[in-house]
């Protein structure tokens, strides 16, 4: 791909692409407001336990395939059934239960419910029963209920409500943590270029990118399974991304400036060097999100495909819209006293002098005691990842004022805290035999170490059921041990000698299969992204080691911050410091998310460092020299992009949402460590080390690989001057000086 003649292109009709890029985003909104979004949560697991249970509670229990969620009140002082506090209530829940999407209410004021009130009489729940699952229902009917149940509240009487879809409609939106993000990145950019239209560049770029993007994964929800969760990492993933890459660009337009190249010869060379490295990075990144579709589970697959949309409207933006923006910039993407510089003592090359200089030459001197250090620290911070338990979090993990965190613990004081996450147990009843069996299960539960409570016997169509209260909370370990016994122990006994299935449901029991299916396929997901990452690397540098590092410092990263993670929210430390509920399990999903996105980060910092150290190495043939001066010449920029993202990330972590919170922590972590350890320290130093095997590639496989550079294939010399610039003379590719001398005075005046 020509990207200079591309980028000289949209610079000249920078006008026309502007106007392009708008008429887009009116088409994409128009479309996105007349179709419509059609996200879903539903957890398909075909084969597993609760899937089957499900299945045959919507088949034979319709009224229990739907979402069951609870509205808890305590009576301050006396009883929940004195005649005030009842009258209320009972009022209350007849208006819930005339709701739109109520398929029924249970009533601890009816004979049926006369067990839905604590032994000590002060606190009560009524189930509500909604006519479809979670991921079905509309969000503006189960906040109507939300409502209605809060209206209810007096002084005494406490009434809160819970349950996953009240979790799913009242949760908070991500919106003021991007704003924070964005704002944290505008201070980094400004302090990096010194320049306020500079530092808007990568802003419009990456806001440009990522609304195009999230509008486009919307009318995609409509043609695949995207989670309602997949614009949240959209923005997570395409505003860090879009600011690093746009910032890449910037930095390397910029220095051609410097260096006494015109604006446009400038935006070319660097869509030339840093735009290809730019655009393979990007592509690394999709093929990590992507990788999750090798899974084949569609929650999954939805979240990858979404973020994947962004980052390739992110890269769309970085080749065509910013260099248009570039061009309407001119010599003013250069601050003031950089133009006057540039004008009084004319072009300087692209140093590489200073602290970055400084550290380059020190790793030179001591890279095998740097390198062993840094890996060091990367297993140290690992260690807690030996302990990794996968789970679900739950409503106890909300911010401690939300009414579901309020309404779980009231359930949790007044019933136990196993009541949060009872199991569904459905047998396939079909025969006398059948039916006796499931009978006698239902005895012996209650006999059973861990359960706290199983109601009576239901039967359906085909089917019975059992629900069954264990003692401990949803996410605590002994909940999904119980889970186990019953499905390899007792359950079989009970089934034994009779044609009776019995399953395992409900929202605790699918929440374990999810964490079970995504363990055993874990391996094999981070095998299908390892080779992928090494062959492209292979290719495009045309090296065996390259790539070898690399997938080794990827996994460095992904333990080092899965361990950071571990620590916080597994360990509990600093957890309260962050306002994420109480520790418990890493959420089971998490991994795969973590995982796909950090192989891809990890490669950009990759592809950034070695494509520069390959272009010195390629013209030099010194390979210490080219790590030095690859170091020194983008090791600012690599740290400033770095600390953009870590910020970005870092904000959705006071998104007040668990989920979230861990995503955020996880990717700020596992950036900091690898532009600050592992990019800074680890990667040059291990290529000191290795010399020129750095760059072996045996002849025969070299001629059956295709041809895959980062670098372009013809790129002008361009000699930096040191004299005035009344004394230049055009350099290759450059304007002549005094050209740009006569540009950058205009330009100081107009900006």
């Given at each position: ?31 996105g407001r007349a179709a419509g979004s059609a996200y ?124 996953p879809a009240v979790e799913n409609a009242l949760r ?402 600093g957890l309260r410091l962050l306002n994420l509920g ?170």
């Open positions: 791909m020509d990207m200079a003649a591309m980028a000289r292109w949209c610079f000249q009709r920078r006008a026309w692409v502007l106007i392009g890029w708008l008429a887009f985003l009116v088409v994409l909104g128009a479309g879903s949560d539903t957890l398909a697991l075909p084969g597993t336990g609760s899937a089957t249970a499900l299945n045959l509670l919507e088949h034979s229990f319709p009224g229990h395939a739907g979402d069951q969620d609870t509205i808890v009140w305590r009576a301050s002082a006396g009883s929940v059934r004195a005649p005030a506090v009842r009258a209320r209530i009972t009022a209350m829940l007849g208006k819930v239960a005339a709701a739109p999407a109520v398929a029924s209410v249970i009533s601890p004021y009816s004979a049926r419910g006369a067990a839905q009130v604590s032994r000590n009489g002060q606190i009560a729940y009524a189930t509500v029963v909604f006519d479809a699952p979670q991921a079905s229902l509309p969000v503006p009917d189960v906040t109507r209920v939300v409502h209605l149940a809060e209206a209810a509240r007096a002084p005494g009487v406490q009434v809160d409500i819970g349950g908070p939106s991500v919106g003021i943590s991007a704003a924070i993000g964005v704002v944290a990145a505008a201070i980094v950019l400004f302090i990096a270029f010194g320049s306020l239209l500079a530092m808007l560049v990568p802003l419009a770029v990456a806001i440009a990118a990522l609304v195009s993007g999230l509008m486009t994964v919307e009318l995609l929800s409509r043609a695949t399974t995207i989670p309602s969760a997949g614009p949240t990492l959209g923005i997570l993933i395409g505003l860090g991304v879009g600011i690093d890459y746009a910032l890449f660009i910037v930095t390397r337009h910029r220095n051609n400036i410097k260096a006494g190249m015109s604006p446009q010869d400038a935006a070319a060379r660097a869509l030339n060097t840093s735009g290809r490295a730019v655009l393979f990075a990007g592509t690394t990144v999709c093929i990590a999100l992507l990788g999750m579709l090798v899974l084949r589970i569609s929650y999954i697959s939805g979240l990858g495909i979404a973020a994947a949309t962004t980052v390739l409207f992110t890269l769309a933006a970085a080749a065509t819209l910013l260099p248009a923006l570039l061009g309407f910039l001119g010599m003013r993407v250069l601050s003031r006293r950089e133009r006057r510089r540039l004008a009084a003592n004319g072009p300087a090359p692209d140093g590489t002098s200073g602290w970055w200089t400084r550290l380059a030459a020190f790793v030179q001197r001591h890279p095998a005691p740097l390198a062993a250090a840094a890996a060091a620290v990367m297993l140290i911070l690992a260690i807690p990842v030996l302990s990794l338990r996968l789970g679900s979090s739950d409503a106890a993990n909300d911010p401690e004022a939300s009414a579901t965190h309020q309404a779980y613990e009231l359930l949790a004081t007044g019933f136990g805290p196993g009541f949060n996450g009872p199991l569904q147990l459905v047998g396939t009843t079909t025969s006398a035999a059948d039916t006796a069996a499931f009978t006698r299960l239902a005895g012996t539960l209650k006999t059973e170490p861990g359960i706290a409570a199983v109601s009576p016997v239901v039967a359906g169509h085909g089917a019975s059921l059992i629900s069954v209260v264990p003692t401990t909370s949803p996410e605590a370990a002994a909940t999904g041990h119980l889970i186990s016994s019953l499905r390899d122990s007792v359950i079989p006994a009970a089934e034994h000698g009779t044609t009776l299935r019995v399953y395992v449901g409900g929202v605790t029991a699918t929440n374990g299969d999810f964490a079970t299916v995504i363990g055993h396929k874990l391996l094999i997901f981070i095998g299908v992204i390892l080779i992928l990452g090494f062959l492209l690397l292979m290719l495009a540098f045309r090296s065996l080691l390259i790539p070898a590092v690399a997938a080794v410092m990827n996994l460095l990263a992904a333990a080092a911050s899965f361990g950071v993670l571990v620590a916080v929210f597994q360990y509990g430390w109480q520790a418990g399990p890493v959420e089971s999903f998490l991994p795969v998310i973590m995982l796909a996105v950090l192989f891809g980060l990890s490669m950009d910092y990759e592809v950034f460092l070695v494509s520069r150290i390959r272009e010195e190495w390629t013209s030099t043939g010194d390979n210490h020299q080219a790590v030095r001066t690859g170091q020194a010449t983008t090791g600012r920029v690599i740290i400033a992009a770095a600390t953009i993202m870590i910020l970005v990330f870092s904000a959705f972590i006071l998104s007040g949402q668990q989920i979230i919170g861990e995503i955020g922590l996880g990717l700020a972590a596992a950036v900091l460590l690898d532009a600050f350890i592992l990019r800074t320290l680890l990667v040059p130093a291990v290529t000191h080390l290795s010399g020129r095997a750095s760059w072996w590639l045996p002849g025969w496989l070299d001629r059956i690989l295709p041809r895959l550079s980062i670098e372009p294939a013809v790129e002008p010399a361009v000699e930096p001057a040191v004299e005035p610039a009344a004394q230049l003379g055009p350099a290759p590719g450059c304007a002549p000086a005094h050209d740009v001398a006569r540009e950058v005075t205009r330009s100081s005046t107009a900006g």
